[in-house]
């Protein structure tokens, strides 16, 4: 039997408590952070003069700051300091309110804090227990958006008779909202198949129109199918490039008649190309037929829909099976924050339930709870329901629609500036806050002319720093797109953009 080591332990051993590290001093923290705000409001302050787009190459910062990271620690402003010079120059700023290119990544100050906020708490909520408020907030805060977007309480964790059968969750973005519904779609086909295992995967099929975003189909491959069963339907200017239920139908008749198995159908409200609009209604009643799950991608749009006027373009949404839409685009919600909603939550979990000894519980054992790991493909996952809560308890929804509104006007009005110029042409009908617009061909110009003389005017715009847009192409024509939602941007801004476009074309074509 060994003798016990009765040596005493030298006290110079351990450090002198000042030189200890402590990465959550509370005054570094209030110091640290009270320089990050100014940061932040100084750039908003700003922002307005810096170029939209920045001219940097490929690789520049490991020339601008130390290809290999530091031993010794700096100070917070030595690091505050590169991150102005080496950083903040290289940023697409899409909070300018001089960015027109993509559907905005709108913020909002009360966003921002909850988004502080939930970081400092930095919870890690994958069951109830794990943190109580962060599910039920998350829940709340869906919950409300529901109600905002009059969907029916069977979309809804909660209602007033009690807990509803369906219910949200917070995703990161649209992808994994197709992902997750693309799933438990696959399971719940093979299920009621009787399929052993796998074994009918390969004869399963999913659709949507052509105009659906590059995700859906990306996803569509992550979740199993076969590409060859992927169906892209063609779209057209006759349904405003909306998919048309007449050739759904025919498309999903014809794989039945061949063996296969509808499974799936993305509907989008507000597509990224040209905003056109799906007929959720009556694709919902076409899929009926084949009892196939019925996704509606809102991604961008949804936000409108909490505006009456808007909202017809979600009607039938009481018969399809989930809905996804996107605060983070269009309703003042920093990234990420996708909303996933289900009508039967059960469907969902069934497919992405994850029970490990080790996160087992009371309170989920009771079925009282939702476990919302079992809605998503990971497991941990952030406290997104607070930004969320705090953006529609501070603002409110009269306010909320004021902001949906006035992007709606601004881009009305920037519809009219180009149906009144006799050298431009409005592509696609407008539906919220997108315009996509062109030079149209005019006496020898022909149709390949005028794609070179667009894809120049949007180039030599970028060039500028003063604007920012993006192209996409629609019925085989190079488009400009014109998207309005920054939250910053005021009319002044668009009428700015406009002149330069004006004074940009001038410039190319005489």
């Known amino acids: 039997m060994g003798s016990l080591d009765t040596n005493p332990i030298s006290l110079s051993a351990f450090p002198d408590d000042k030189a200890v590290f402590k990465p959550l001093n509370p005054e570094d923290v209030r110091a640290y952070l009270h320089k990050a705000v100014d940061f932040i409001s100084d750039y908003y302050t700003n922002i307005e003069s810096m170029p939209v787009l920045p001219n940097v190459k490929p690789g520049y910062l490991q020339d601008e700051l130390s290809a290999s990271p530091p031993t010794p620690s700096a100070p917070f402003d030595v690091t505050m300091k590169e991150l102005r010079a080496s950083v903040v120059p290289a940023m697409t700023h899409w909070a300018s309110p001089n960015f027109f290119a993509f559907f905005p990544s709108t913020n909002s100050a009360a966003a921002i804090a909850g988004d ?288 949906i509104r006035s992007d709606v006007a601004m881009a009305k009005m920037f519809e009219d500036f180009v149906r009144g110029d006799n050298r431009f042409e409005v592509v696609v009908p407008r539906n919220f806050a997108l315009v996509c617009f062109r030079i149209k061909p005019s006496g020898a110009m022909t149709e390949e002319d005028a794609d070179e003389a667009n894809r120049v005017l949007m180039e030599n715009l970028n060039k500028t720093g003063k604007a920012y847009l993006a192209h996409t192409v629609v019925g085989d024509k190079f488009v400009l797109r014109f998207a309005i939602g920054s939250s910053l941007q005021e009319e002044r801004h668009v009428r700015s953009a406009w002149d330069l476009i004006k004074k940009t074309a001038n410039s190319i074509m005489d």
């Open 116 to 403: 502080l906020i939930a970081s400092a708490m930095n919870t890690v909520g994958f069951t109830w227990q794990a943190s109580p408020a962060a599910t039920e907030m998350e829940v709340l805060a869906l919950d409300w958006l529901a109600q905002l977007l009059h969907l029916p309480t069977t979309f809804m964790n909660r209602t007033s008779t009690g807990s509803g059968t369906g219910g949200g969750v917070i995703l990161g973005t649209t992808s994994e909202a197709m992902l997750v519904t693309l799933v438990a779609a696959r399971d719940a086909t093979l299920r009621r198949s009787g399929s052993i295992g796998v074994s009918l995967l390969p004869r399963l099929a999913v659709y949507a129109a052509d105009q659906t975003h590059s995700t859906f189909f990306k996803a569509c491959r992550l979740a199993g199918f076969d590409p060859a069963n992927i169906r892209s339907i063609p779209t057209g200017p006759e349904t405003n490039y909306g998919l048309d239920p007449a050739m759904l139908l025919k498309v999903m008749q014809a794989d039945v008649d061949t063996g296969l198995v509808p499974t799936y159908v993305c509907v989008t409200v507000g597509t990224t190309s040209s905003n056109a609009v799906d007929p959720v209604g009556a694709i919902a009643d076409i899929a009926a037929l084949f009892n196939a799950w019925v996704h509606v991608d809102a991604a961008y749009a949804g936000s409108a829909c909490i505006c009456p006027e808007f909202r017809h373009y979600l009607d039938g949404v009481e018969h399809v099976d989930s809905i996804s839409m996107s605060p983070h685009k269009w309703l003042l919600t920093c990234l990420d924050c996708t909303c996933l909603y289900v009508r039967d939550a059960h469907r969902l979990s069934d497919s992405l339930e994850t029970n490990p000894e080790y996160l087992k519980n009371d309170a989920t054992e009771s079925g009282e709870v939702t476990d919302l790991k079992d809605m998503q493909v990971g497991v941990g996952r952030r406290f997104r329901g607070l930004k969320l809560w705090m953006v529609m308890r501070t603002y409110g929804t009269a306010k909320l629609q004021e902001h």
